[in-house]
Protein backbone atom coordinates (compact mmCIF):
# COMPACT_ATOMS: atom_id res chain seq x y z
CA UNK A 1 0.00 0.00 0.00
CA UNK A 2 1.27 3.61 -0.84
CA UNK A 3 -0.55 6.77 0.58
CA UNK A 4 0.27 10.28 0.90
CA UNK A 5 -0.73 12.67 4.02
CA UNK A 6 0.75 15.93 2.95
CA UNK A 7 -2.67 17.79 3.81
CA UNK A 8 -3.86 15.27 6.54
CA UNK A 9 -0.16 16.06 8.01
CA UNK A 10 -0.47 19.80 7.77
CA UNK A 11 -4.05 19.60 9.65
CA UNK A 12 -2.36 17.85 12.31
CA UNK A 13 0.51 20.28 12.46
CA UNK A 14 -2.30 22.36 13.52
CA UNK A 15 -4.09 20.40 15.75
CA UNK A 16 -1.07 20.22 17.75
CA UNK A 17 -0.46 24.13 17.94
CA UNK A 18 -3.71 24.14 19.10
CA UNK A 19 -3.03 21.30 21.64
CA UNK A 20 -0.11 22.86 22.83
CA UNK A 21 -1.30 26.67 23.07
CA UNK A 22 1.62 27.80 20.69
CA UNK A 23 1.82 29.87 17.78
CA UNK A 24 2.52 28.60 14.55
CA UNK A 25 5.53 30.69 14.77
CA UNK A 26 6.63 29.21 17.93
CA UNK A 27 6.03 25.76 17.06
CA UNK A 28 8.59 26.94 13.67
CA UNK A 29 10.92 28.42 15.78
CA UNK A 30 11.10 25.83 18.14
CA UNK A 31 11.55 22.85 14.98
CA UNK A 32 15.23 22.69 13.29
CA UNK A 33 15.44 22.67 10.22
CA UNK A 34 13.54 21.03 7.86
CA UNK A 35 11.03 20.52 10.14
CA UNK A 36 9.95 24.65 10.41
CA UNK A 37 7.16 24.20 7.52
CA UNK A 38 4.78 21.56 8.53
CA UNK A 39 4.42 18.82 5.35
CA UNK A 40 7.95 19.46 3.85
CA UNK A 41 9.02 16.68 4.95
CA UNK A 42 8.25 13.43 3.59
CA UNK A 43 10.00 10.00 4.60
CA UNK A 44 8.95 6.42 3.68
CA UNK A 45 8.42 3.30 5.47
CA UNK A 46 9.08 0.47 3.37
CA UNK A 47 8.18 -3.03 5.21
CA UNK A 48 9.61 -6.59 5.04
CA UNK A 49 6.62 -7.93 7.54
CA UNK A 50 2.96 -6.41 8.44
CA UNK A 51 0.79 -9.72 9.50
CA UNK A 52 0.17 -9.87 12.79
CA UNK A 53 -0.40 -7.23 15.71
CA UNK A 54 3.12 -6.45 16.51
CA UNK A 55 3.35 -4.68 12.84
CA UNK A 56 0.22 -3.25 12.85
CA UNK A 57 0.98 -1.67 16.56
CA UNK A 58 4.98 -0.66 14.99
CA UNK A 59 2.78 1.27 11.87
CA UNK A 60 0.30 3.07 13.93
CA UNK A 61 3.72 4.23 16.23
CA UNK A 62 5.25 5.62 13.05
CA UNK A 63 2.40 7.34 12.00
CA UNK A 64 1.38 9.11 14.80
CA UNK A 65 5.11 10.72 15.54
CA UNK A 66 5.32 11.60 12.19
CA UNK A 67 2.05 13.23 12.68
CA UNK A 68 3.34 14.56 15.53
CA UNK A 69 6.67 15.81 13.61
CA UNK A 70 4.36 17.29 10.93
CA UNK A 71 6.07 15.06 8.11
CA UNK A 72 4.32 13.64 4.87
CA UNK A 73 4.63 9.50 5.61
CA UNK A 74 4.33 7.13 2.38
CA UNK A 75 3.63 4.10 3.58
CA UNK A 76 5.11 0.99 0.98
CA UNK A 77 4.19 -2.64 1.98
CA UNK A 78 6.27 -5.82 0.24
CA UNK A 79 3.79 -8.43 2.25
CA UNK A 80 7.67 -11.07 2.50
CA UNK A 81 8.92 -10.60 -1.07
CA UNK A 82 12.14 -9.44 -0.86
CA UNK A 83 12.55 -8.51 -4.51
CA UNK A 84 9.62 -6.32 -4.21
CA UNK A 85 10.72 -4.62 -0.78
CA UNK A 86 14.32 -4.00 -2.92
CA UNK A 87 12.11 -2.18 -5.35
CA UNK A 88 10.02 0.00 -3.61
CA UNK A 89 13.19 1.19 -1.80
CA UNK A 90 14.26 2.44 -5.36
CA UNK A 91 10.52 3.55 -5.51
CA UNK A 92 10.77 5.67 -2.47
CA UNK A 93 14.46 7.05 -3.96
CA UNK A 94 12.44 8.11 -7.15
CA UNK A 95 9.48 10.08 -5.51
CA UNK A 96 12.69 11.88 -3.65
CA UNK A 97 11.74 11.48 0.01
CA UNK A 98 13.81 12.62 3.00
CA UNK A 99 14.46 9.85 4.78
CA UNK A 100 13.31 6.52 4.73
CA UNK A 101 12.77 3.54 7.27
CA UNK A 102 13.46 0.07 6.30
CA UNK A 103 11.70 -2.34 8.49
CA UNK A 104 12.51 -6.04 8.84
CA UNK A 105 13.84 -7.81 5.75
CA UNK A 106 16.64 -10.16 4.47
CA UNK A 107 20.25 -8.82 3.89
CA UNK A 108 20.97 -10.03 1.12
CA UNK A 109 18.12 -8.02 -0.69
CA UNK A 110 18.42 -5.25 1.73
CA UNK A 111 22.13 -4.18 1.45
CA UNK A 112 22.62 -2.74 -1.86
CA UNK A 113 18.82 -1.04 -1.87
CA UNK A 114 20.01 0.32 1.37
CA UNK A 115 23.30 1.72 0.03
CA UNK A 116 21.21 3.04 -3.25
CA UNK A 117 19.65 5.77 -0.78
CA UNK A 118 22.65 6.77 0.84
CA UNK A 119 23.87 7.48 -2.45
CA UNK A 120 21.40 9.41 -3.68
CA UNK A 121 21.48 11.38 -0.41
CA UNK A 122 18.29 10.29 1.57
CA UNK A 123 18.78 9.42 4.95
CA UNK A 124 18.29 6.02 6.18
CA UNK A 125 17.51 4.04 9.58
CA UNK A 126 16.73 0.93 9.47
CA UNK A 127 14.59 -2.02 12.38
CA UNK A 128 14.83 -5.16 12.77
CA UNK A 129 17.68 -5.66 9.35
CA UNK A 130 21.24 -5.92 9.15
CA UNK A 131 21.65 -3.46 5.94
CA UNK A 132 25.46 -3.82 7.07
CA UNK A 133 26.05 -0.13 6.33
CA UNK A 134 27.86 1.88 9.20
CA UNK A 135 25.74 5.18 7.84
CA UNK A 136 22.80 3.42 9.03
CA UNK A 137 21.34 3.27 12.51
CA UNK A 138 20.02 0.46 13.41
CA UNK A 139 16.53 0.58 15.20
CA UNK A 140 16.12 -2.48 17.72
CA UNK A 141 14.41 -3.89 20.38
CA UNK A 142 17.88 -4.77 22.13
CA UNK A 143 16.71 -9.08 20.59
CA UNK A 144 18.91 -10.65 22.49
CA UNK A 145 17.54 -9.31 26.03
CA UNK A 146 14.08 -10.24 24.83
CA UNK A 147 15.45 -13.74 24.35
CA UNK A 148 17.69 -14.01 27.32
CA UNK A 149 15.01 -12.56 29.69
CA UNK A 150 12.77 -15.05 28.38
CA UNK A 151 15.26 -17.98 28.53
CA UNK A 152 16.23 -16.99 32.02
CA UNK A 153 12.21 -17.33 33.10
CA UNK A 154 11.80 -20.62 31.43
CA UNK A 155 14.39 -22.01 33.71
CA UNK A 156 12.84 -20.10 36.87
CA UNK A 157 9.84 -21.92 36.05
CA UNK A 158 11.22 -25.08 34.75
CA UNK A 159 14.81 -25.79 35.79
CA UNK A 160 17.59 -26.67 33.50
CA UNK A 161 16.33 -30.36 32.49
CA UNK A 162 13.29 -30.23 29.87
CA UNK A 163 12.89 -31.24 26.39
CA UNK A 164 13.00 -28.20 24.27
CA UNK A 165 10.91 -27.23 20.67
CA UNK A 166 12.35 -23.90 18.92
CA UNK A 167 10.26 -22.29 16.53
CA UNK A 168 13.22 -20.48 14.52
CA UNK A 169 13.33 -18.98 10.87
CA UNK A 170 17.26 -17.94 9.87
CA UNK A 171 18.36 -14.64 7.97
CA UNK A 172 15.53 -12.56 10.23
CA UNK A 173 18.06 -10.23 12.03
CA UNK A 174 15.63 -10.11 14.98
CA UNK A 175 14.97 -13.53 15.15
CA UNK A 176 18.40 -14.35 14.78
CA UNK A 177 19.89 -12.03 17.08
CA UNK A 178 17.31 -14.09 19.41
CA UNK A 179 19.24 -17.51 18.58
CA UNK A 180 22.55 -16.21 20.05
CA UNK A 181 20.76 -16.12 23.33
CA UNK A 182 18.87 -19.49 22.58
CA UNK A 183 22.17 -21.07 21.76
CA UNK A 184 24.14 -19.33 24.69
CA UNK A 185 21.23 -21.28 27.37
CA UNK A 186 22.13 -24.28 26.10
CA UNK A 187 25.56 -23.70 26.37
CA UNK A 188 24.86 -23.04 29.83
CA UNK A 189 22.63 -25.86 30.72
CA UNK A 190 23.41 -28.93 29.00
CA UNK A 191 19.94 -30.51 30.30
CA UNK A 192 18.13 -28.71 27.65
CA UNK A 193 17.22 -31.14 25.31
CA UNK A 194 16.55 -29.25 21.52
CA UNK A 195 14.12 -32.31 20.02
CA UNK A 196 12.62 -30.38 17.40
CA UNK A 197 13.16 -26.91 15.49
CA UNK A 198 10.28 -25.39 12.86
CA UNK A 199 9.01 -22.21 12.13
CA UNK A 200 7.55 -20.38 8.93
CA UNK A 201 6.55 -17.31 8.01
CA UNK A 202 3.92 -18.11 5.60
CA UNK A 203 1.15 -16.03 6.07
CA UNK A 204 -1.05 -16.39 7.68
CA UNK A 205 1.86 -16.90 10.13
CA UNK A 206 0.09 -17.95 13.30
CA UNK A 207 -2.04 -20.66 11.11
CA UNK A 208 0.65 -22.06 9.53
CA UNK A 209 2.97 -22.02 12.49
CA UNK A 210 -0.10 -24.28 14.14
CA UNK A 211 0.13 -26.81 11.37
CA UNK A 212 3.66 -27.31 12.21
CA UNK A 213 3.66 -27.58 15.36
CA UNK A 214 0.74 -30.11 15.73
CA UNK A 215 2.96 -32.35 13.51
CA UNK A 216 5.98 -31.81 15.58
CA UNK A 217 4.00 -32.42 18.97
CA UNK A 218 2.73 -35.68 17.37
CA UNK A 219 6.42 -36.72 16.62
CA UNK A 220 7.35 -35.91 20.14
CA UNK A 221 5.08 -35.99 22.94
CA UNK A 222 8.20 -35.53 25.40
CA UNK A 223 8.02 -31.92 24.97
CA UNK A 224 7.63 -29.64 27.73
CA UNK A 225 8.68 -26.41 26.97
CA UNK A 226 8.98 -24.58 23.71
CA UNK A 227 10.67 -21.22 23.11
CA UNK A 228 8.93 -19.21 20.14
CA UNK A 229 10.41 -16.29 20.12
CA UNK A 230 7.62 -14.14 18.15
CA UNK A 231 4.03 -13.73 19.49
CA UNK A 232 2.65 -15.03 16.13
CA UNK A 233 5.19 -18.24 16.57
CA UNK A 234 3.70 -18.21 20.20
CA UNK A 235 0.38 -18.03 18.72
CA UNK A 236 0.45 -20.81 16.58
CA UNK A 237 2.07 -23.23 19.13
CA UNK A 238 -0.77 -22.53 21.38
CA UNK A 239 -3.40 -23.61 19.24
CA UNK A 240 -1.63 -27.29 18.64
CA UNK A 241 -1.11 -27.44 22.13
CA UNK A 242 -4.37 -27.01 23.07
CA UNK A 243 -5.88 -29.04 20.33
CA UNK A 244 -3.35 -31.86 21.27
CA UNK A 245 -4.83 -31.31 24.41
CA UNK A 246 -1.53 -30.79 26.20
CA UNK A 247 -1.93 -27.42 27.80
CA UNK A 248 -1.27 -28.38 31.23
CA UNK A 249 1.92 -30.36 29.68
CA UNK A 250 3.99 -27.60 27.50
CA UNK A 251 4.74 -24.08 28.74
CA UNK A 252 5.55 -21.94 26.04
CA UNK A 253 7.89 -18.73 26.02
CA UNK A 254 8.11 -15.85 23.80
CA UNK A 255 9.02 -12.51 22.77
CA UNK A 256 6.59 -9.37 21.72
CA UNK A 257 3.42 -8.33 23.11
CA UNK A 258 -0.26 -7.05 21.74
CA UNK A 259 -4.02 -7.07 23.10
CA UNK A 260 -4.63 -10.24 21.35
CA UNK A 261 -1.37 -11.89 22.94
CA UNK A 262 -2.99 -10.59 26.35
CA UNK A 263 -6.24 -12.26 25.90
CA UNK A 264 -4.34 -15.39 24.84
CA UNK A 265 -1.88 -15.87 27.91
CA UNK A 266 -5.13 -14.82 30.03
CA UNK A 267 -7.26 -17.82 29.04
CA UNK A 268 -7.95 -20.76 31.40
CA UNK A 269 -4.87 -22.81 31.85
CA UNK A 270 -3.52 -21.03 28.92
CA UNK A 271 -0.05 -22.62 28.14
CA UNK A 272 1.77 -19.26 27.41
CA UNK A 273 3.69 -18.54 30.79
CA UNK A 274 6.13 -15.56 29.88
CA UNK A 275 6.80 -13.18 26.80
CA UNK A 276 9.50 -10.30 26.80
CA UNK A 277 8.76 -7.21 24.98
CA UNK A 278 9.04 -3.35 24.38
CA UNK A 279 5.49 -1.39 23.14
CA UNK A 280 5.80 -2.09 19.80
CA UNK A 281 4.42 1.27 18.82
CA UNK A 282 6.89 3.13 21.04
CA UNK A 283 9.22 1.34 18.44
CA UNK A 284 7.38 3.06 15.64
CA UNK A 285 8.02 6.26 17.29
CA UNK A 286 11.92 5.87 18.01
CA UNK A 287 11.81 4.45 14.50
CA UNK A 288 11.01 7.72 13.48
CA UNK A 289 12.89 10.67 16.23
CA UNK A 290 16.08 8.62 15.23
CA UNK A 291 15.23 9.30 11.24
CA UNK A 292 13.78 12.94 12.43
CA UNK A 293 17.18 13.62 14.50
CA UNK A 294 19.51 12.89 11.08
CA UNK A 295 17.32 15.23 9.09
CA UNK A 296 17.83 17.30 11.08
CA UNK A 297 21.64 16.91 11.37
CA UNK A 298 22.09 15.29 14.23
CA UNK A 299 23.42 11.89 15.24
CA UNK A 300 21.42 9.19 16.72
CA UNK A 301 23.83 6.71 16.98
CA UNK A 302 24.69 3.57 15.62
CA UNK A 303 22.33 1.08 17.39
CA UNK A 304 19.27 2.84 19.01
CA UNK A 305 18.10 0.38 21.47
CA UNK A 306 14.22 0.45 23.39
CA UNK A 307 14.98 -1.34 26.83
CA UNK A 308 12.38 -4.66 27.05
CA UNK A 309 10.31 -6.03 30.05
CA UNK A 310 9.76 -9.42 31.02
CA UNK A 311 5.58 -10.43 31.31
CA UNK A 312 4.55 -12.99 33.01
CA UNK A 313 1.19 -14.79 32.76
CA UNK A 314 0.84 -14.60 37.00
CA UNK A 315 1.46 -10.65 36.42
CA UNK A 316 -1.59 -10.42 33.60
CA UNK A 317 -4.01 -12.19 35.90
CA UNK A 318 -2.76 -10.78 39.65
CA UNK A 319 -3.35 -6.74 37.69
CA UNK A 320 -5.92 -7.90 35.92
CA UNK A 321 -4.01 -6.63 32.61
CA UNK A 322 -6.94 -7.19 29.73
CA UNK A 323 -5.34 -4.82 27.00
CA UNK A 324 -2.14 -2.73 26.07
CA UNK A 325 -3.99 0.53 27.67
CA UNK A 326 -3.76 -1.61 31.09
CA UNK A 327 -0.24 -2.95 30.42
CA UNK A 328 1.34 0.76 30.05
CA UNK A 329 -0.60 2.21 32.99
CA UNK A 330 0.93 -1.22 35.21
CA UNK A 331 4.58 -0.61 33.27
CA UNK A 332 5.05 3.17 32.73
CA UNK A 333 7.69 2.02 30.27
CA UNK A 334 5.33 1.00 27.54
CA UNK A 335 3.81 4.95 27.12
CA UNK A 336 6.91 5.88 26.42
CA UNK A 337 11.01 5.50 25.71
CA UNK A 338 13.03 7.90 26.79
CA UNK A 339 15.02 7.19 23.42
CA UNK A 340 16.04 9.28 20.54
CA UNK A 341 14.41 12.38 21.98
CA UNK A 342 15.87 16.21 21.55
CA UNK A 343 14.70 19.42 23.71
CA UNK A 344 12.68 19.96 20.23
CA UNK A 345 11.22 16.89 19.37
CA UNK A 346 7.48 16.92 19.55
CA UNK A 347 5.46 13.84 21.24
CA UNK A 348 2.71 11.86 19.92
CA UNK A 349 -0.65 12.46 22.42
CA UNK A 350 -0.79 10.62 25.26
Known amino acids: ?5 RTFMKMVAGALV ?15 APFDNAGDVQIALVRYLSTGDFFQAYLAGVEAQAEALGV ?6 SRQDAAL ?8 IALGVDGIIIQHGL ?13 AGIRVVAFDVNVENESIPQIEQSDYLL ?21 YVPGIAPLDRRDVAWQEIREENPGINEVARFGTLDNPIANSNANQARSVLQANPNINVVFAPYDEFAKGVVIAVNEAGMSSDVSIYSADVSTA ?16 ATNPAVV ?23 PPTLITQDFLNEADISNMDDLSSAMPQFQHADVAMTDWMPLPPR
Not at 18 to 31: K, W
Not at 85 to 92: L, Y
Not at 149 to 167: C, H, K, S
Request: hydrophobic share 45%; net charge negative; charged share 20%.
Open 147 to 167: GRMALDQAIEDNGTDWTAGYV
Open 85 to 92: QADMVDQA
Open 261 to 276: DIAVMREPGSPWKATV
Open 72 to 77: DLRVFD
Open 18 to 32: ASTGMTGAALAQDMP
Open 1 to 5: MIGTK
Open 107 to 119: TESMRDAAQRAVD
Open 284 to 306: GEVSVRALAIMLAGGDPGAQVVV
